[in-house]
């Protein structure tokens, strides 16, 4: 089955209640585990699991509605112009959603994140899209099948169906229908993440394609499932242990390791700039000083903080441009 064809099968002889327009939220995520490569670039199926934190208030406001004709988008109160790529993969997206094939939508999405801080949108967009469509059209789809529909807009979408750690599943299904994220039950108040922002600029190589190129080229990537085979391991632990040293060893390992892979693609990816380096040494002789501040990057040149609340203001002392988030901060 297609992309196509699995969103209509999930969506199969569901009882339908519509209303006028609906809206929903869904946060960001930020991966401590990072997802890198596909096995299934169709259905967006991982190479690997992936764990990560959502943001707590701090994702996407989605509104959709019903209407006769063309698709009409908006992202933050701005229309998204039909010859964008994004425009063009929102439609087919939307495809298999329409109760007729002539019907079009409106969707307006606004979101609050620092946006210059450089965050993937498109997850929570499209979480909070996949969760208005279901408000709208009244199906009451549960929260794995939600999941899987995100998951197909965006890899990393469907980690952000939910709150606080997320573990995606890698799953074993062709059609994917075992490939969905939960939440994990554990939660950390005090646990911090700050943005670092080196640079705003439009990354030069896009996700998807950097990690298409990495899994083809790079030797480094044979590495990578073991590698995140040990640092999920590590990660569970340390949330259900609440073992901050060991939490911030495994991202920060982990996120180093990504960047490897990266290296070792052809033509090279390398998405740090000098600053992002300068950054990293800071943290690190921090720790040597006997400071328990970690970071994690993604395919971008910005670093995410990650502290307890007792070491916010010494945190802020040393990086007076970061922007602290509390991700259970979300009642
Ligand atoms: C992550 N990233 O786990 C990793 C770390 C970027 C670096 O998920 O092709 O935008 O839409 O499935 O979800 C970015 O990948 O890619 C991502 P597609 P997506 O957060």
């Not at 208030?57 to 109160?77: K, P, Q």
């Not at 994917?176 to 600029?201: C, F, H, I, K, Q």
């Not at 990537?221 to 609440?242: E, N």
Request: a negative charge; one cysteine or more.
């Amino acid at each position: 089955m297609n992309r196509y064809e699995t969103i209509r099968f999930l969506l199969h002889e569901r009882p339908e209640t519509r209303t006028e327009s609906a809206e929903a939220f869904a946060p960001a995520n930020i991966a401590l585990c990072k997802y890198w490569g596909k096995r299934d670039p169709e259905l967006n199926l991982p190479a690997t699991g992936s764990l990560s934190i959502s943001l707590g208030h701090l994702g996407a406001t989605t509104r959709v509605s019903l209407r006769e004709g063309a698709d009409e988008i908006f992202l933050n109160g701005e229309p998204l112009p039909d010859a964008t790529p994004f425009h063009q993969r929102l439609v087919e997206f939307l495809n298999p959603f329409r109760p007729e094939a002539d019907a079009g939508f409106r969707v307006d999405t606004h979101n609050n994140l620092p946006t210059a801080a450089g965050f993937a949108t498109s997850a929570a967009g499209f979480a909070a899209l996949v969760l208005a469509l279901d408000r709208l059209m009244g199906w009451g789809l549960d929260a794995r099948t939600l999941s899987i529909l995100a998951r197909m807009g965006s890899g990393s979408a469907c980690r952000s169906l939910f709150h606080g750690f997320v573990e995606w599943h890698i799953g074993k299904r062709e059609d994917g229908m075992d490939s969905y994220a939960e939440p994990l039950p554990e939660t950390w108040p005090a646990l911090r993440m700050a943005t670092l922002t080196v640079s705003n600029a439009a990354k030069p190589v896009g996700s998807t394609e950097g990690m298409n190129r990495t899994r083809d080229t790079s030797v480094l990537y044979r590495a990578w499932p073991d590698k995140v085979a040990a640092d999920l391991q590590a990660l569970r632990t340390a949330i259900h242990t609440q073992d901050f040293e060991l939490l911030g060893r495994a991202a920060e390992s982990n996120a180093m390791s990504l960047h490897a892979t990266m290296l070792g693609a052809w033509p090279p990816l390398c998405y740090w700039q000098p600053e992002s380096l300068a950054a990293m040494h800071k943290v690190w002789a921090l720790r040597a000083a006997g400071v328990p501040l970690y970071f994690t990057m993604d395919a971008g040149p910005n670093l995410k903080l990650l502290f307890l609340q007792e070491e916010q203001a010494m945190v802020c002392g040393h990086f007076p441009g970061a922007d602290v988030i509390a991700p259970f901060d979300h009642a």
